[in-house]
């Protein structure tokens, strides 16, 4: 992937990247597969479940350094240079509204 954006002179042209989450995890430095913090954004518990979908707010990502909180290599780019790719953005919410609502209610029982 670094040789990829050498290539292209990603550097040289200040491009911002759109891809899929798992590029943009990979292009960061994060560990993939299922780990306990998979967000790039903030400190998100992927392990506590008691917490989600009650807690709304978690902790931004204030550094991304290797060794620190399943940062596995130093970013290839910038954080601020990438954007999220809104498909995936829209299906999330929608799968998150679904497992939110109320499975008995008429609301549920409509969809």
């Given at each position: 992937?670094?040789?990829?954006l050498?290539?292209?002179k990603?550097?040289?042209?200040r491009?911002?990247i759109?891809?899929?989450?798992?590029?943009?995890?990979?292009?960061?430095?994060?560990?993939?597969?299922?780990?306990?913090?998979?967000?790039?954004?903030?400190?998100?518990?992927?392990?506590?479940?008691?917490?989600?979908?009650?807690?709304?707010?978690?902790?931004?990502r204030?550094?991304?350094?290797?060794g620190?909180?399943?940062?596995?290599?130093?970013?290839l780019?910038?954080?601020?240079?990438?954007?999220l790719?809104?498909?995936?953005?829209?299906?999330?919410?929608?799968?998150?509204?679904?497992k939110?609502?109320?499975?008995?209610?008429?609301?549920?029982?409509?969809?």
């Amino acid at each position: 992937m670094k040789q990829l954006l050498q290539y292209i002179k990603c550097d040289t042209y200040r491009w911002n990247i759109c891809a899929d989450l798992k590029v943009i995890t990979l292009l960061l430095g994060l560990q993939l597969g299922y780990t306990k913090f998979p967000c790039f954004l903030c400190e998100w518990d992927s392990r506590d479940k008691a917490h989600h979908y009650v807690e709304r707010i978690w902790p931004a990502r204030k550094i991304l350094e290797p060794g620190h909180k399943n940062i596995k290599h130093h970013s290839l780019v910038e954080s601020l240079r990438i954007l999220l790719p809104p498909l995936h953005i829209k299906l999330d919410l929608m799968k998150n509204f679904v497992k939110a609502m109320d499975h008995n209610g008429t609301a549920f029982l409509y969809l």
